[in-house]
């Protein structure tokens, strides 16, 4: 009977069924043409932007505009792939007649859709069909390839170059760089006899010309060397023509002439000459302005190297440059931080009050004054040249409060300060177009935000910005791309991790107004707040909120969003809960303020990110989020006691799984399927909660790198010790239990461990913690002994920071001998109920950099030889009686209070008895 029924249904609608599958046959042509089109389209955007670059303003406003339409034309032709994929090219799978009916019901279900999207596509080759007329008739295509002889970063027309005020400033204008210019003399007249690289490496702006201009004309170099010339190189540089210029000006700095047919010499008969002229001359050459990697190989060989203490100096915004002349010459590096506001005040007001009341600001311009300065940032160019604008204004409060309001419009129309923004789009013009989207992002997080690497690292790669590169993960690409970024000193680095890489990074307020103006122009993101919002004309693909109301959320077309950010507790319940419906292209949505789940989570199926702050303790997570098979990152903060459905497992591209404290009971089954994760935090255990299948379970995941499980039962610690020898490429390990004690116990260790917490008592130390050569962060809590913690921890070399818990200790002594930790920069002893003695040999510790004791409640003095620790900056010690600074020898304290920067001593009832900053 029922074979009956289906067949009677497939006669009725046969001729219906006929139609629908020659529309899909034809719907699915159409939709490779239009791939092939978007292939060609960013092709030719790619080359756009090179060609932008290289030609500056100089292309006509219709070029512009056509460049633009044939962006959004890309952008549209994105949405309908997005579309198909979710309408049309997702089919039921399955044999026989149950299959057959699903296979007809997903026809029928998806008509509506199949025919929009083919009226889509028709529709978006009718506009590309339409642009491609426009530039025919208006010869935009010809005018774009022609472009301009003029190349944007060889200022040619050198009197327009808004850097040549650096060369000229005067030495009364010069603020906060007298130590940096005595560092810069004493490398290019003391040291070394070998030929030496000296540099500046900063910022656009920073001042690393006028620098490198001060000490290059003091008196001390100017009589130390025989020859000194100067060469500007700068983006666009001739090989042969710098080897004449060096020539040139070096006969002419003797008022000889050049040698004949200098104009005609090739590049190998040019170097020749130089090292003829160089031979037995004690020389400095300055490079200002480098930005290629390759100019060392350009040059090296024009300088000879008589060892009589000759000097080349290169001034660059790219580390890497600097870096590839380590290959033959030694190097000397100095990287520029930005003024302090106390200078930056100082510059200021010497430029803004040059000709008024003797170079001092009046009182009631005080306020408004530390205001434009502090969106300068310390940043000298943009000081002197709007100090040196407001030089010309009255002074009064009306008009420079109307100046810093308008100040971000100033920069765009003032003739005096579009060179501020010149200079700093040269930095963005010179990046290599893989580059350019990932600098554009950070134009999504709010002003001084401070940006966590692998939260921009993961968003990159949902986005398409990363590609794979062989033998990497993406993860390790996208963090050269970061690296790359901080190097050409367009990101900055705002804190370190102990092992010097970037914990937290963000852009100068300066190259965030670029970023702003490019993203607008890009429409790469738009951005509303509750201080103005921009204009939301033209596709919206990125959209970056800090509050909205219900009114305006209704202007936005969501259509074409594929990535939402949503900062603070401003954004109203109503516009949240229409995100799946409103928005469900996007790849990557982030919400910074506390949120419920979304029931219709399932919308997004092509969500690559995602991260949410849960407002419940508990929270039930819908099950459709199994429709996210694209999802990669999935980070829940604040999440406690979370539990995970088991159709989580089911997302087999996921990398990235976070929380505060997750239960995996209902994936005990699953979890071992999940090969891509490569991050599970914080995985929380229970032994009544089947703690023994997950933890067995982990050891199926051969790709993960950082494993975090809280309240580890003694009962698995054999089963966990399995899992953990499964794990080859684990870098970071955090396991946590209660007061029972753990046995962990590994057979083959896991090599690539650089960050082990082990916050669990141990039975016994485990002798397999020696071997990790490659451990350089280990905080742990000491197993019942009297044996010396430190005799079985010496052989880790590699340590940067080690923190021990000596509750259980019950030795009196702890003794540093000569040689050990010879890298580590931060040691933290807490617990140490018993200790009495700290003993500190010369040579043990030479780079400690923080010294912390917590809880030393028996210790009768400070350590002793702790002034063997010459690069100490920061002591606390918490938790001794009153006297004990009372006790502490006179010769010590005194080299104390003389050498360390920090110092912090509490009673036991954390009474402050000692807080000094030298």
């Not at 512009?64 to 549209?76: D, I, N, S, Y």
């Not at 999440?639 to 088991?646: D, R, T």
């Not at 001794?880 to 360390?900: A, G, K, S």
Request: proline share 3%.
């Amino acid at each position: 009977m029922a074979e009956m029924a289906v067949s009677f249904a497939i006669d009725q609608l046969l001729p219906l069924l006929t139609e629908e599958v020659n529309l899909l046959k034809g719907v699915h042509k159409e939709f490779g043409d239009i791939k092939d089109e978007l292939e060609s389209i960013q092709a030719f955007l790619k080359d756009a932007d090179r060609r932008a670059a290289a030609d500056g303003e100089n292309n006509s406003e219709g070029v512009k505009t056509w460049v633009k339409q044939l962006r959004e034309a890309a952008f549209c032709i994105e949405d309908i792939i997005d579309e198909y994929m979710i309408h049309v090219g997702q089919k039921p799978h399955g044999h026989g007649c149950v299959a057959l009916l699903h296979n007809i019901s997903h026809l029928l279900r998806t008509m509506t859709s199949r025919h929009r999207i083919a009226a889509e596509i028709q529709d978006i080759k009718s506009s590309v069909r339409g642009i491609k007329e426009r530039s025919d008739r208006y010869s935009f295509q010809r005018s774009f390839e022609q472009g301009s002889s003029r190349s944007r970063g060889s200022w040619n027309d050198k009197w327009h170059d808004p850097r040549l005020a650096s060369l000229y400033i005067e030495e009364a204008d010069v603020v906060g760089f007298d130590k940096q210019r005595d560092i810069l003399i004493d490398w290019m007249i003391k040291g070394r006899a070998e030929r030496t690289v000296v540099s500046v490496v900063g910022m656009g702006g920073q001042g690393k010309t006028t620098l490198a201009k001060k000490a290059f004309d003091s008196k001390d170099v100017v009589g130390h060397f025989d020859c000194r010339v100067w060469i500007t190189v700068s983006q666009a540089y001739d090989v042969e023509g710098l080897l004449k210029d060096m020539l040139l000006k070096f006969y002419k700095q003797k008022g000889e002439d050049p040698p004949m047919g200098i104009f005609q010499m090739d590049r190998g008969s040019l170097m020749d000459e130089i090292r003829n002229y160089l031979r037995r001359k004690r020389y400095v050459i300055v490079f200002d302005d480098v930005w290629s990697l390759h100019f060392w190989d350009d040059i090296e060989f024009a300088g000879i190297d008589s060892k009589n203490g000759s000097r080349i100096f290169i001034t660059t915004r790219i580390i890497d440059v600097v870096v590839s002349c380590k290959k033959s010459s030694f190097i000397e590096v100095l990287e520029l931080q930005c003024l302090t506001h106390e200078q930056s005040l100082e510059l200021f007001n010497k430029k803004a009050f040059k000709f008024d009341y003797d170079g001092c600001c009046p009182k009631e311009l005080n306020g408004i004054s530390n205001e434009i300065v502090k969106k300068c940032n310390g940043l000298p160019l943009a000081i002197v040249a709007i100090g040196g604008l407001l030089s010309t204004r009255e002074k009064n409060v009306f008009e420079w409060k109307r100046f810093r309001e308008n100040l971000n419009l100033e920069l765009k129309r003032n003739t005096h300060l579009i060179g501020i923004n010149e200079i700093l789009s040269l930095s963005y013009d010179d990046l290599p177009y893989y580059l350019k989207s990932c600098l554009l992002y950070f134009g999504v997080y709010p002003e001084d935000f401070e940006i966590r690497p692998k939260r921009v690292i993961r968003q990159w790669i949902a986005e398409g910005f990363v590609k794979e590169e062989k033998g990497k993960t993406m993860e390790e690409v996208a963090e050269g791309y970061l690296t790359e970024l901080i190097h050409r000193s367009l990101v900055q680095v705002s804190s370190l991790r102990i092992d010097g890489k970037a914990k937290g990074c963000r852009v100068h307020d300066l190259i965030r107004d670029m970023i702003l103006e490019k993203d607008e122009d890009f429409n790469f993101c738009k951005h509303i707040s509750d201080d103005g919002q921009r204009s939301l004309s033209g596709i919206v693909r990125r959209l970056s909120l800090t509050a909205i109301d219900n009114v305006f959320m209704e202007c936005i077309d969501g259509s074409h969003v594929r990535s939402l950010f949503c900062f603070g507790n401003k954004i109203s319940f109503p516009f949240y809960r229409g995100i799946p419906t409103k928005y469900r292209l996007l790849k990557v949505l982030d919400f910074e303020g506390f949120v419920m789940i979304p029931k219709n989570l399932g919308n997004f199926i092509h969500l690559k990110y995602l991260s949410f702050s849960l407002s419940d303790l508990l929270v039930k997570f819908p099950k459709s989020i199994v429709m996210l098979q694209n999802l990669e990152s999935l980070v829940l903060k604040d999440a406690y006691n979370l539990v995970l459905p088991k159709e989580i497992s089911k997302l087999r591209k996921l990398r990235h799984l976070i929380g505060q404290t997750l239960s995996l009971i209902e994936l005990k089954d699953g979890i071992g399927e999940m090969n891509s994760l490569q991050t599970l935090r914080n995985v929380y255990l229970d032994l009544d909660d089947g703690a023994a299948e997950v933890i067995k379970a982990l050891g199926k995941l051969k790709q993960i790198r950082e494993l975090g499980l809280l309240n580890v039962p003694k009962e698995y610690g054999s089963i966990l010790s399995f899992s953990i020898n499964e794990m080859q490429h684990l870098e970071t390990l955090n396991v946590g239990s209660s007061v029972d004690f753990i046995d962990l116990s590994l057979i083959s260790k896991p090599s690539m461990l650089r960050k082990l917490t082990l916050h669990v008592w141990l039975e016994k130390f485990p002798q397999w913690m020696s071997d990790l050569q490659n451990l350089s962060v280990l905080k742990l809590f000491y197993p019942d002994s009297t044996k010396d913690p430190l005799q079985s921890l010496k052989n880790l070399q590699h340590l940067l920071m080690l923190s021990l818990d000596l509750s259980k200790y019950e030795g009196l002594g702890l003794h540093f001998h000569d040689g050990e930790f010879q890298k580590l920069k931060e040691l933290e002893v807490r617990g140490c109920i018993e200790l009495k003695e700290i003993i500190i040999d010369k040579g043990s510790m030479p780079s400690l950099k923080k010294l912390k004791l917590v809880q030393p409640l028996n210790l009768k003095n400070i350590p002793t030889g702790i002034e063997h620790l010459e690069k100490l900056e920061d002591l606390y010690i918490w938790g001794v009686e009153v006297e004990f600074v009372q006790r502490i020898p006179t010769e010590d304290w005194n080299w104390i209070m003389e050498h360390v920067a920090l110092v912090k001593i509490y009673s036991r009832v954390w009474e402050e008895i000692q807080n000094s900053r030298s």
